[in-house]
């Protein structure tokens, strides 16, 4: 069946559903539902041709084009991108099952060994066990764990040591209290867990091999950081400003032609504040649509507009590290603050609020799996915007600043690693992370929200293994 063949491409290409997601160009949400066999595209569609696609340019990235070949029987012939994924697409609808679980780890190289043994790290930093302790638990010799988190060591889907390693985090992460930072590093729902349900969970995403996305983006934003000219001022972009004028507006393109309202509106007033919070996904920002929300966000900074932003905390690492790289000059005015609620999103419903006080708010509330086709509210009038507002703030109550920005560098207090690359400085401790500028513009970037946190800190860890 298809979706046992994506599952098996995915392990093939040692990624996971969200990188190949990246490369193909479309949401994880599509490569999930052909995971699940939730949709069935056809052979020559769209779908499938972005799919083949993504999936040649993720095996040349890491390394596995002989293996992704060697799968599809092309393995002598051409290596082009049109020959292997003609092959590809093939393979995939020939109608003959493969064993899922064929791509064994010890087969995809020390990479996976060491996203493995940095996740392990990080659970063992949490629940405070050192090599020895954990050692002594699950009755092996210290130097194996030792081996495990440097990458040095792969475990066999056979072995069961991974489960036994897991039983004792689990245990000792639910004495320890550590359930709310645990959920913010693997997604963890709302609600108490036994070890037995803990332990399968961690299991899961020791399993997953999801980390080398978080190095590469801490990678551009300090690449792009150390390049951020002495001078500069925001470009002046052109803005579309025709305007959809409604109580309402419905689905995706409603969102849109509500938000340029909203924008617009903000610049002819010149708001001195803008609150944005929304758990819905990113799709609505795709078709070219980003390039003028963008250029109307950048306008209202322009304008000296203020933008208190509420990030959704389950968005990955990635995704949080990437929306500041791509609006850096935007952060780097200090006109933006970004936080992220603690309180943790549920799956029934969605929300979107988009407030300019005292002026207007786009505002929606709905069930999840009908986002697309959502309503979404323009409101104007005070009682309304007041009740807007006491939304928002509830939220806010509830939030951290997801990075603090400061004009100068900034030094941590306390025992911290410490990692100087020429014109960047990375100050890293077991539960923040300061990133300095040492080159005008000076600014520091600071935080605390782990899956940042641990991003960094796989990086650094990374750059000492080099």
Same mark, same amino acid.
């Given at each position: 069946?298809?979706?046992?063949?994506?599952?098996?491409?995915?392990?093939?290409?040692?990624? &996971?559903?969200?990188?190949?997601?990246?490369?193909? &160009?479309?949401?994880?949400?599509?490569?999930?539902? @052909?995971?699940?066999?939730?949709?069935?595209?056809?052979?020559?569609?769209?779908?499938?041709?972005?799919?083949?696609?993504?999936?040649?340019?993720?095996?040349?990235?890491?390394?596995?084009?002989?293996?992704?070949?060697?799968?599809?029987?092309?393995?002598?012939?051409?290596?082009?991108?049109?020959?292997?994924?003609?092959?590809?697409?093939?393979?995939?609808?020939?109608?003959?099952?493969?064993?899922?679980?064929?791509?064994?780890?010890?087969?995809?190289?020390?990479? +996976?060994?060491?996203?493995?043994?940095?996740?392990?790290?990080?659970?063992?930093?949490?629940?405070?066990?050192?090599?020895?302790?954990?050692?002594?638990?699950?009755?092996?010799?210290?130097?194996?764990?030792?081996?495990?988190?440097?990458?040095?060591?792969?475990?066999?889907?056979? +072995?069961?040591?991974?489960?036994?390693?897991?039983?004792?985090?689990?245990?000792?992460?639910?004495?320890?209290?550590?359930?709310?930072? @645990?959920?913010?590093?693997?997604?963890?729902? #709302?609600?108490?867990?036994?070890?037995?349900? @803990?332990?399968?969970?961690?299991?899961?995403?020791?399993?997953?091999?999801?980390?080398?996305?978080?190095?590469?983006?801490?990678?551009?934003?300090?690449?792009?950081?150390?390049?951020?000219?002495?001078?500069?001022?925001?470009?002046?972009?052109?803005?579309?400003?025709?305007?959809?004028?409604?109580?309402?507006?419905?689905?995706?393109?409603?969102?849109?032609?509500?938000? #340029?309202?909203?924008?617009?509106?903000?610049?002819?007033?010149?708001?001195?504040?803008?609150?944005?919070?929304?758990?819905?996904?990113?799709?609505?920002?795709?078709? +070219?649509?980003?390039?003028?929300?963008?250029?109307?966000?950048?306008?209202?900074?322009?304008?000296?507009?203020?933008?208190?932003?509420?990030?959704? $905390?389950?968005?990955?690492?990635?995704?949080?590290?990437?929306?500041?790289?791509?609006?850096?000059?935007?952060?780097?005015?200090?006109?933006?603050?970004?936080?992220? !609620? $603690?309180?943790?999103?549920?799956?029934?419903?969605?929300?979107?609020?988009? @407030?300019?006080?005292?002026?207007? !708010?786009?505002?929606?509330? !709905?069930?999840?799996?009908?986002?697309?086709?959502?309503?979404?509210?323009?409101?104007?009038?005070?009682?309304?915007?007041?009740?807007?507002?006491?939304?928002?703030?509830?939220?806010?109550?509830?939030?951290?600043?997801?990075?603090?920005?400061?004009?100068?560098?900034?030094?941590?207090?306390?025992?911290?690693?410490?990692?100087?690359?020429?014109?960047?400085?990375?100050?890293?401790?077991?539960?923040?992370?300061? #990133?300095?500028?040492?080159?005008?513009?000076?600014?520091?970037?600071?935080?605390?929200?782990?899956? #940042?946190?641990?991003?960094?800190?796989?990086?650094?860890?990374?750059?000492?293994?080099?």
């Amino acid at each position: 069946m298809l979706k046992n063949k994506i599952t098996y491409l995915i392990e093939l290409l040692s990624a &996971d559903s969200r990188q190949l997601a990246m490369y193909s &160009d479309f949401s994880e949400s599509v490569v999930s539902r @052909l995971k699940t066999g939730a949709r069935q595209p056809d052979k020559d569609s769209r779908t499938i041709s972005k799919l083949v696609r993504g999936a040649y340019l993720c095996s040349e990235d890491k390394g596995r084009l002989d293996a992704l070949c060697l799968a599809i029987g092309c393995a002598d012939g051409d290596r082009d991108i049109k020959t292997v994924c003609t092959a590809l697409t093939d393979w995939l609808f020939d109608g003959r099952e493969v064993d899922s679980f064929a791509a064994d780890s010890s087969s995809a190289g020390g990479e +996976n060994g060491s996203v493995f043994g940095r996740k392990l790290g990080i659970l063992m930093e949490l629940a405070e066990l050192s090599n020895s302790r954990l050692s002594k638990a699950v009755n092996v010799d210290p130097s194996y764990i030792s081996r495990l988190r440097a990458g040095g060591r792969q475990i066999k889907r056979s +072995n069961k040591l991974p489960k036994r390693i897991c039983d004792i985090l689990a245990a000792r992460l639910i004495e320890k209290d550590c359930l709310n930072e @645990l959920s913010m590093m693997i997604s963890l729902p #709302v609600g108490s867990f036994g070890t037995e349900e @803990l332990s399968d969970r961690l299991l899961r995403w020791l399993s997953e091999r999801d980390s080398p996305d978080d190095l590469i983006i801490v990678r551009q934003f300090i690449r792009s950081l150390e390049n951020f000219p002495a001078q500069f001022e925001l470009p002046e972009l052109p803005i579309d400003d025709k305007c959809v004028f409604s109580d309402s507006y419905f689905g995706t393109e409603g969102l849109r032609q509500a938000v #340029v309202r909203f924008l617009c509106q903000a610049l002819r007033n010149e708001s001195r504040e803008l609150m944005l919070y929304s758990d819905a996904g990113l799709e609505w920002l795709g078709n +070219n649509f980003l390039t003028r929300w963008t250029a109307l966000m950048t306008a209202c900074i322009k304008k000296n507009t203020r933008i208190k932003i509420i990030h959704n $905390v389950d968005r990955n690492a990635c995704e949080l590290l990437t929306a500041i790289t791509d609006w850096l000059p935007l952060y780097m005015t200090g006109l933006i603050e970004p936080y992220y !609620c $603690v309180r943790k999103q549920g799956e029934r419903f969605g929300c979107t609020i988009f @407030l300019d006080p005292g002026s207007a !708010c786009v505002e929606s509330f !709905c069930v999840k799996s009908i986002e697309s086709s959502a309503e979404y509210s323009y409101i104007t009038d005070p009682e309304g915007l007041e009740n807007c507002r006491r939304n928002f703030d509830a939220l806010l109550s509830d939030s951290l600043p997801l990075i603090k920005i400061s004009p100068a560098p900034q030094q941590m207090q306390g025992n911290c690693s410490v990692l100087n690359m020429g014109k960047i400085q990375i100050c890293l401790s077991n539960r923040s992370v300061i #990133v300095n500028k040492l080159s005008e513009p000076f600014m520091s970037f600071s935080a605390t929200h782990p899956l #940042v946190c641990c991003a960094f800190r796989n990086f650094v860890e990374g750059q000492s293994g080099e």
